[in-house]
């Protein structure tokens, strides 16, 4: 279905200081959308006013901040919106052997616990509406394990499940759910994975994995072989474009040749095959 009039292709975006959730913004607004970007930062909120947005502060992972955000966005648009774009999120890198509950729970809290409960603020809206779109940004690594970035591939395999039974669970009402999944982008992500997480690893020396760890906390921004694939953030942002104004939105929509590759792997190999070609990651 479409959205019924031009006032109603409003957007919340969630993590927008950089990257795909900044793309994402501005690729909206430029096709006309009304968007109202996250933050959690005040530089970050003050660089989107700057930028011509009217940005909402909210951090996924505290409660208030989320009940709070959700009422500005409704009161900012007139108690209709049109979509919500759930980006914000971060990785934690480390062996799961290495992981304490409390870099679980916090992996957790923002991907999924954070991310459910900001959409739970607008499913009422969107149903008594009619219609609405919900577009969750996963990645290929819900699909396809990463290897010492286990809590985070777990928090997106979680997103991939949740997605699928938010989906059906929303069948007949106008509401329409898709999944993004991207491979290797050209964005921050590692460096703030890196200032996020490493916290959890700093003091880890006897861990069987204390080398690895040491070179990434060292060079958090070295180039990997694989970033030959990596695209823009504007082709994720283009994907979700499509997934709010199509009137057929798909499913799923993978970005990069990785994530279609990670994709086709999963359902035609072998474990024993995606073990082998994932192996090197673990290689010490």
């Known amino acids: 279905m479409k959205f019924p009039s031009v006032q109603a292709r ?3 975006v969630t993590g927008c200081s950089s990257g795909i959730g900044l793309a994402t913004a501005q690729v909206l607004r430029a096709a006309g959308w009304q968007v109202f970007p996250t933050a959690r930062k005040p530089a970050d909120l003050e660089q989107l ?3 011509g947005f009217t940005p909402v502060a909210l951090d996924v992972a505290e409660a208030e901040s989320v009940r709070v955000a959700a009422a500005e966005v409704l009161a900012l648009c007139g108690g209709q919106l049109g979509a919500l774009v759930n980006n914000a999120g971060y990785g934690q ?9 409390t870099a679980l729970r916090e992996q957790f809290e923002t991907n999924i616990v954070g991310l ?14 009619g219609w609405g779109r919900i577009v969750n940004v996963s990645s290929v690594v819900g699909r396809l394990p990463l290897p010492l970035m286990g809590a985070y591939s777990a928090s997106k395999f979680a997103l991939e499940a949740l997605s699928d039974c938010l989906r059906l ?3 007949g009402s106008g509401v329409a759910v898709s999944i993004i999944e991207p491979g ?7 460096t703030n994975a ?3 997480g490493w916290k959890h690893l700093a003091d880890l020396k006897a861990s069987h994995f204390a080398g690895y760890y040491r070179r990434n906390a060292e060079q958090p921004d070295r180039p990997k072989a694989r970033d030959r694939y990596a695209l823009p953030p504007e082709a994720v942002a283009a994907k979700i474009l499509h997934a709010l104004a199509s009137s057929h939105p798909r499913t799923r ?3 990069t040749l990785v994530a279609w590759a990670g994709g086709f792997l999963r359902r035609v190999a072998p474990d024993a095959l995606v073990d082998r070609l994932l192996a090197h990651r673990v290689a010490d």
């Open 10 to 12: 409003t957007a919340l």
């Open 49 to 51: 006013r700057t930028a």
């Open 93 to 101: 890198p480390g062996a799961l052997e290495d992981l304490s509950r």
């Open 116 to 129: 459910q409960d900001l959409t739970n603020q607008f499913i009422p809206l969107f149903r008594r509406q």
């Open 169 to 171: 669970e929303l069948r």
């Open 184 to 190: 290797p982008i050209d964005t921050e992500f590692r």
């Open 194 to 196: 890196s200032a996020a």
């Open 253 to 255: 929509y993978p970005v």
